[in-house]
């Protein structure tokens, strides 16, 4: 299931934190970064999908 996580996260970051951790601090600051930079948002997710 994480490699699927993983591959969503590359397509649209916030939906791969959002399917690890809910919504909760973690998703809202992955939707900023993303806003901010899409690579940002793409690091920050995968880091909380391997992180847990």
Do not use: K
Request: no cysteine; aromatic share 10%; charged share 10%.
């Amino acid at each position: 299931m994480d490699i699927l996580r993983i591959l969503l996260s590359i397509l649209l970051p916030p939906l791969g934190v959002f399917l690890q951790v809910g919504i909760g601090l973690q998703f809202w600051i992955n939707i900023v970064l993303t806003l901010l930079g899409y690579i940002p948002g793409i690091i920050h997710a995968i880091w909380i999908i391997t992180r847990r």
